[in-house]
């Protein structure tokens, strides 16, 4: 008995731990599913889909919204001349018809975030194998789809609920636990004050040192400083150091505002393991924006940038903390860096 209680009064002393969501991207044949930090799920169809596609989202927790939307672009833009594709829509090529009170329909685009009609659509279609428009060469295919969304209700704890796309079963809806807790970045000193004449002058030509005396590669005739205010007492300083066809790689440090100058590398931590398997980021064609008082970088997967990673990071007073992560990993001409799926927010 002296033993059990001492063994609860151990477990109770225990610390108690956070409850968060680790984000997942995953690929399922021609379907990729993301999920950020609150369990709110995307999915969409990949590949050689000639700018027809297909995305479906929805969050976490017992309520059962979802939304869906079909849609014909990309980066390339669909021709005006097209019929509206609610008139052209086929599932292995028969004729699909929707129900236009549940749909908000223009020539492009088709909406629905009504759950209903979500699930009957999905029940539809998941067996079929592709989703194409009449007369048209583009193509959805479904190949992947199940999986994905098994992968969404497993990411949601949804298998075995009411609420579930696939397996459902008989638990109520509020045995799906709900999204956790932003984590929320404090803005500190959102309007420090600029920097004088002198204290540029001076960090440009001790950010010009650093620059020579740093292993980078970059033709000298495409190197450049940045500075900026950070604090009262900091300043961000960045150099451009390696380039590529399309991507810069540059170096940071907080530097104090006054001489003798002390530097402090920045370091970009996320607070997951990325798709590379590291938790480093290199500041890739990094920006400060000092309107919103973060530092950006945007790594392009290719030149047209339609993948790759785009993030936002907020300085805490002591270092840079991650306030959006964004990833595309696939390269089909669908869209820029604003619309890439979100895999970490904050508040």
Known sequence: MRHSILLILFLSVLPVPLVWAAPAQQSFTDWQVTCNNQNFCVARNTGEHGGLVMTLSRSAGAKTDASLRLELGGLSKASAKEAPIAQRLLLDNAPLTLNAQRWQISPTRLITDDATTVIQFLKTIQEGEALTLRSGKQTISLSGLKAALLFI???????GSETAWIQKGDDPPLSVPPAPALKEVATVNPTPTPLTHEELNDLLDYGSWRMNNSQCSLDPNRREVRVTALTDDKAL??????????????????????????????????P???SSESSEMELMNA?????????????LGRGMADCGIQTRWRFDGQRFRLVRYAEEPSC?????????????ITR
């Open 272 to 274: 997951f393991v990325s």
């Open 332 to 344: 089909d001409n669908w869209h820029g860096p604003d619309s890439w799926p979100t895999l970490w």
């Open 237 to 270: 300083l960045i150099i451009s150091c390696e380039a590529g066809a399309y991507n810069t790689v540059d170096l940071a440090w907080q530097v104090s505002r006054k001489k003798p100058f002390s530097a402090q590398a920045v370091r970009l931590r996320l």
């Open 153 to 159: 209700d497993a990411q949601q704890k949804r298998v």
């Open 287 to 299: 920006r400060f924006d000092e309107k919103t008082r973060e530092l950006t970088t945007l790594a």
